[in-house]
Antibody, heavy 125, light 108 residues
Framework: QLQLQESGPGLVKPSETLSLTCIVS??????????WDWIRQPPGKGLEWIGS???????YYNPSLKSRVSISEDTSKNQFSLKLSSVTAADTAVYYC?????????????????WGQGTLVTVSS | DIQMTQSPSSSLSASVGDRVTITCRAS??????LNWYQQKPGKAPKLLIY???RLQSRVPSRFSGSGSGTDFTLTISSLQPEDFATYYC?????????FGQGTKLEIK
């Protein structure tokens, strides 16, 4: 059973860089069947897609964050990472990693499943 | 960007046994590139429905999805106590993969 687990500092200072890692177990991130995504949720608010990485290393970012975000992978450790630079209080959120899948019967429809449990990152001095 | 708007916009009160419908409207046609998630407090979202109407494995059959183009619905045929949660729609037609604002289903 595939499992994802986010790890990283729970507190980041304003203007610094937020760094998180998603450790994947029970499956390989090198599979050409899946993308690996980051999604965040500010306290009490809705979900925002941040971006994703494919096994080939191709990345896709939300334009609203593109200038500050970077997603990378380490296939030897079966994990992928998120970096968000120049953070402000508005970046305080629970950050989730998730696998993005599609099926032969659904064409290009992609969905997120499973998700990690999420990790709260607070931006504060 | 494609904007997703859910109705009711914030919350919905219902009783155990009720039939409930939540709607999701896309700002442009997205064919059937629409998924539904359930989120309980302090937990990660859980996939319920993918590709507009396909039920994810191990999700109870009282959940169903329909729609195509710009208008979609999530229906719970007979509410159970464990269904009180927040529900989100999400489009995967084009980047960025936006979510609806969420609809919180509360006990009446």
């Amino acid at each position: 059973q595939l499992q994802l687990q986010e790890s990283g500092p729970g507190l980041v200072k304003p203007s610094e860089t937020l760094s998180l890692t998603c450790i994947v177990s029970g499956g390989s991130i090198s599979s050409n069947s899946y993308y690996w995504d980051w999604i965040r949720q500010p306290p009490g608010k809705g979900l925002e897609w941040i971006g994703s990485i494919y096994y080939s290393g191709s990345t896709y970012y939300n334009p609203s964050l593109k200038s500050r975000v970077s997603i990378s992978e380490d296939t030897s450790k079966n994990q992928f990472s998120l970096k968000l630079s120049s953070v402000t209080a508005a970046d305080t959120a629970v950050y989730y990693c998730a696998r993005r899948s599609s099926g032969w019967e659904t064409g290009g429809v992609y969905w997120f499943d499973p998700w990690g449990q999420g990790t709260l990152v607070t931006v504060s001095s | 960007d494609i904007q997703m708007t859910q109705s009711p916009s914030s919350s919905l009160s219902a009783s155990v046994g009720d039939r409930v419908t939540i709607t999701c409207r896309a700002s442009q046609s997205i064919s059937d590139y629409l998924n539904w998630y359930q989120q309980k407090p302090g937990k990660a979202p859980k996939l319920l429905i993918y590709a507009a109407f396909r039920l994810q494995s191990r999700v109870p059959s009282r959940f169903s999805g329909s729609g195509s183009g710009t208008d979609f619905t999530l229906t719970i045929s007979s509410l159970q106590p464990e269904d009180f949660a927040t529900y989100y729609c999400q489009q995967s037609y084009s980047y960025p993969y936006n979510f609806g604002q969420g609809t919180k289903l509360e006990i009446k």
